[in-house]
């Protein structure tokens, strides 16, 4: 970072790092022995697909990844906001498969020149009362943060329970300090 670049307030975008997608498992466990959420077995990831062959390609050698271990092929669905979601499910529920396609996901988006239009990816749990929980990275800020819609429906947010989680996975998740990134995710698939 320059001189100019500090007197304007300008920072260097974060480098994301793909990686912290494997630190879900033992903040799962966290999780269960805490406060008894337990991982579904369901992830996604979103992205803005583009127009053209090349990303078409490109998320036909997504599928053909992630179908070729012979467990359920992915699911691929749209939101309201214009955004695609690749799903991937295991049975019986296996956060590290998830994880592990998940990461498969965002890395060849990646690889083939789709970083940008990665926004984020998700991990579903369900709590002692069937209550949902989302652990939501964020592709641009390299960070975490917990998503949990109130029970009873409706899009409204349980924000204790939210702070309760970043507040339980603090020392094992790089987690976001800024709150207002903390979007919600409402209709987001798995949840």
Not at 11 to 26: C, E, G, M, Y
Not at 95 to 103: F, K, Q, R
Not at 149 to 178: H, K, Y
């Amino acid at each position: 970072m320059g001189f100019f670049d500090a007197v304007l307030g300008r920072r260097k975008a974060v480098t994301p790092d793909l990686d912290a997608l494997f630190a879900l498992p033992s903040a799962a466990i966290t999780l269960q022995v805490s406060l008894d959420f337990v991982p579904t077995g369901v992830g996604s990831v979103a992205f803005r697909a583009p127009e053209g062959r090349a990303f078409a390609d490109v998320e036909a050698d997504v599928r053909r990844l992630l179908d070729a271990d012979a467990g359920p092929p992915i699911e691929v669905a749209a939101d309201g906001f214009g955004y695609t979601w690749l799903v991937v499910r295991t049975e019986p529920a296996d956060l590290s498969a998830v994880v592990t396609d998940l990461h498969a996901v965002n890395s060849t988006l990646v690889d083939a020149g789709f970083g940008p239009q990665l926004l984020c990816s998700q991990a579903s749990f369900r709590g002692p009362s069937g209550e949902e929980l989302a652990m939501v990275y964020l592709y641009k800020r390299g960070t975490f943060y917990p998503f949990a819609p109130a029970p009873g429906g409706g899009e409204q947010r349980d924000n204790v329970l939210e702070l309760r989680v970043r507040d339980l996975l603090a020392g094992e998740l790089p987690l976001e300090s800024d709150l207002s990134r903390w979007f919600a995710i409402w209709g987001a698939p798995g949840l």
